[in-house]
T-cell receptor, first 115, second 113 residues
Framework: DQQVKQNSPSLSVQEGRISILNCDYT??????FLWYKKYPAEGPTFLIS?????DKNEDGRFTVFLNKSAKHLSLHIVPSQPGDSAVYFC??????????????FGKGTHLIIQP | ETGVTQSPTHLIKTRGQQVTLRCSSQ?????VSWYQQALGQGPQFIFQ???????GRGNFPPRFSGLQFPNYSSELNVNALELDDSALYLC????????????FGAGTRLSVL
């Protein structure tokens, strides 16, 4: 049972336009969400995160939106650049618990920026 | 500042063998987590080590075990290898347990034949 779902395996966007990557989760205990970016032959690189007490977090060209009632988050990249072509993973974690649950990841979305 | 490093980068083993993968955490980080990423899937949490003790574990059998050393580096050991253990094994370090961002190494690609 997948607790974090990224339903688009791939997404193609023209350079300069907005890229929107989506993620849904089912576990209401998750209270912290992260996006990682992964190039081939490299490990995932942390991009941006958001706490469940917020609905938006912005960092340069990257903005993450969280809709708790819909259990949905999205990553917006504006404007999209060729170097943004990579696999993007959505991840979630329950920070408020006493133990270490680890990050729960989606399957990833391969973003391709077309020149 | 040194990032997370993993060794070896690639490894080929046969079914039933044992394997040890190594990870050096980022400078100043005291927590190490291990993940398994099968082809076409997202990383799956194996376990986490904090202060040399296992601090949390995902849904993996006991033949997956680990160690953390006083310098915060870590090992992942897998006994009685199965074909399905073929995957990319990722190590991530952080300062503290669940409270902070995890930073990943490039991984070890394990192939079990």
């Amino acid at each position: 049972d997948q607790q974090v779902k990224q339903n688009s395996p791939s997404l193609s966007v023209q350079e300069g336009r907005i890229s929107i990557l989506n993620c849904d989760y089912t576990n209401s205990m998750f209270d912290y969400f992260l996006w990682y970016k992964k190039y081939p032959a490299e490990g995932p690189t942390f991009l941006i995160s958001i706490s469940s007490i917020k609905d938006k977090n912005e960092d340069g060209r990257f903005t993450v939106f969280l809709n708790k009632s819909a259990k949905h988050l999205s990553l917006h990249i504006v404007p999209s650049q060729p170097g943004d072509s990579a696999v993007y993973f959505c991840a979630a974690i329950r920070r408020s618990g006493g133990g270490a649950d680890g990050l729960t990841f989606g399957k990833g979305t391969h973003l391709i920026i077309q020149p | 500042e040194t990032g997370v490093t993993q060794s070896p980068t690639h490894l080929i083993k046969t079914r039933g063998q044992q394997v040890t993968l190594r990870c050096s955490s980022q400078s100043g980080h005291n927590t190490v987590s291990w993940y398994q990423q099968a082809l076409g899937q997202g990383p799956q949490f194996i376990f986490q080590y904090y202060r040399e003790e296992e601090n949390g574990r995902g849904n993996f059998p006991p033949r997956f075990s680990g160690l953390q050393f006083p310098n915060y580096s870590s090992e992942l050991n897998v006994n009685a290898l199965e074909l399905d253990d073929s995957a990319l094994y990722l190590c991530a370090s952080s300062l503290g347990t669940t409270k902070n961002i995890q930073y990943f190494g490039a991984g070890t690609r394990l192939s079990v034949l």
